[in-house]
Each structure stands twice: as C-alpha cells, then as structure tokens.
C-alpha cells in the first residue's frame, strides 16, 4: 500500500476553528478543542482533516466535522452512539458497514443519515464512524440489513497516518 501523506496543511483562523468545534459540539455535545489553540487543517486521502496537538482528530465530511477514531478516543461522547456484539468487532476493524444484526444498542436519538461512532459492547471504546443508514430505535429492532455505512475505522489509511513508525 503506498505511504498516505497529508497535503496542503495550513494553520485555522479563530472563526474556522470555532466552527469546526461548533459542529461537533452539537453532534456529539463534546469538546475536542478551542478557538485560541493552534488547530490545523490538511488534505488526505481526498478529505479534508484537522490536526490538533498533531493528531488528526477530526475530519470534514460534507458540511459536518466529526470526529476520527483518534479525536473520538480523546473525548467520548455519551450522544450518537451505535454499540455491537463482539462478533462484528473483526468485521468492522476490516472496514465493513455495520450490519443490523450485530447491533445490541445504539443512541434513539439518531435518525437516518446522522454520522455516528460505532464502539464494541465489552470496552465501550470506539472502532469506526460512520453514516446512519436508520433511526437508533430501528437498527436495534431490525434483524437483518445494513445500518451504518462505514467511513472511517481501526486500521485504515487514516488510522495509521498518525501510528508512530517503526524502524
């Protein structure tokens, strides 16, 4: 696989960062960072990310900044949460879309099309982010079918660009 680097990385203004901390404060109702601390923005894999104490913490999708894996282990946040069984845990660090069956509980705030953070049901720790494909009450009901759309996991691109080499 070839090496993943970030590209155009630039330093955010006061109001850039406030709107990216705005966004994930009322998605999740955390705080990953402030306006007057250094937070940077950079382009990988297509995406815009940003970095924050080096570590990309969270990334732009669309008009939404949501947090990365990473950004989520920081900062867990008790909103937009989907937890499965540890049978989907290899699945789902191998990049797959979360499958109704494999879920036991999942935040009944969230509503199809909603990004949420898929965690395991022994740990509690994040493994992936995704898009909500049904309502939180409906992926705990439905027995069979897709329910998140996996963007972002344990063990991707993203994931590894912030692993430390190893020589």
Same mark, same amino acid.
Do not use: C
């Given at each position: 696989?070839?090496?993943?680097?970030?590209?155009?990385?630039?330093?955010?203004?006061?109001?850039?960062?406030?709107?990216?901390?705005?966004?994930?404060?009322?998605?999740?109702?955390?705080?990953?960072?402030?306006?007057?601390?250094?937070?940077?923005?950079?382009?990988?894999?297509?995406?815009?990310?940003?970095?924050?104490?080096?570590?990309?913490?969270?990334?732009?999708?669309?008009?939404?900044?949501?947090?990365?894996?990473?950004?989520?282990?920081?900062?867990?946040?008790?909103?937009?949460?989907?937890?499965?069984?540890?049978?989907?845990?290899?699945?789902?660090?191998?990049?797959?879309? %979360?499958?109704?069956?494999?879920?036991?509980?999942?935040?009944?705030?969230?509503?199809? &099309? @909603?990004?949420? =953070?898929?965690? +395991? *049901?022994?740990?509690?720790?994040?493994?992936?982010?995704?898009?909500?494909?049904?309502?939180?009450?409906?992926? %705990?009901?439905?027995?069979?079918?897709?329910?998140?759309?996996?963007?972002?996991?344990? &063990? @991707?691109?993203? =994931?590894?660009? +912030? *692993?430390?080499?190893?020589?």
């Amino acid at each position: 696989m070839a090496e993943v680097h970030l590209r155009k990385r630039r330093r955010l203004k006061r109001k850039e960062i406030a709107a990216h901390r705005d966004s994930i404060e009322r998605q999740l109702g955390v705080r990953l960072f402030d306006e007057d601390e250094a937070v940077d923005a950079a382009e990988v894999l297509g995406k815009t990310v940003i970095l924050f104490d080096g570590v990309v913490v969270a990334i732009v999708l669309g008009e939404r900044t949501f947090p990365t894996v990473r950004g989520l282990l920081r900062q867990l946040p008790s909103r937009r949460h989907v937890t499965v069984d540890m049978g989907a845990v290899p699945f789902i660090y191998n990049g797959a879309d %979360v499958m109704a069956p494999g879920i036991v509980d999942a935040d009944r705030a969230i509503e199809p &099309g @909603d990004l949420v =953070w898929i965690r +395991d *049901e022994r740990n509690m720790r994040p493994l992936a982010i995704g898009e909500s494909l049904l309502s939180g009450p409906d992926m %705990v009901a439905h027995e069979k079918g897709k329910a998140v759309k996996s963007m972002h996991h344990v &063990g @991707d691109a993203l =994931w590894k660009l +912030d *692993e430390p080499e190893t020589s």
